[in-house]
DNA sequence: GCAATGACGCTCT
DNA sequence: CAGAGCGCCATTG
């Protein structure tokens, strides 16, 4: 059964995100056209299936952490991932959103900074 | 349909 | 900058 309509702009935007770069979950939603369903688009990523071609692990919460998960250790799969691609951690497990944070650009004419 | 849950975000202190 | 509280609402059982 393929995913909601929303799930579907959700998977698109995180495609969208660029390698070595990350966003954020409420970045992403509103991206999909789904403000202030930043809670829906993590849910979205708990859905995806493993071996998914979405880089859902350059997603990550507003304070620039890797959310905790349910299950306790996949945190540290993503954190590898984002730096096997480049990107840094700081003190406190924290990324730097303003070095690596994707800035999003929006299409279909939609007027950008 | 109802109640509980959750890979979140913003505001206030 | 850090911590606590409230709001958000689709998904799940």
Known sequence: MPAS???Q???AVVRRIPRGRVATYGQVARLARLPG???QVG???HALPSGTRVPW???VNAEGRVSRR???GAELTQRM???REGV???PGGKIPLTRYGWKATLRRGVANG
């Open 57 to 59: 692990h350059r997603v």
């Open 70 to 72: 349910r299950v306790p």
């Open 5 to 7: 309509p929303a799930y």
């Open 37 to 39: 369903r930043a809670r």
């Open 81 to 83: 991932l984002l730096e």
């Open 88 to 90: 840094g951690f700081g």
């Open 9 to 11: 702009r959700i998977y």
């Open 43 to 45: 849910y979205a990523m």
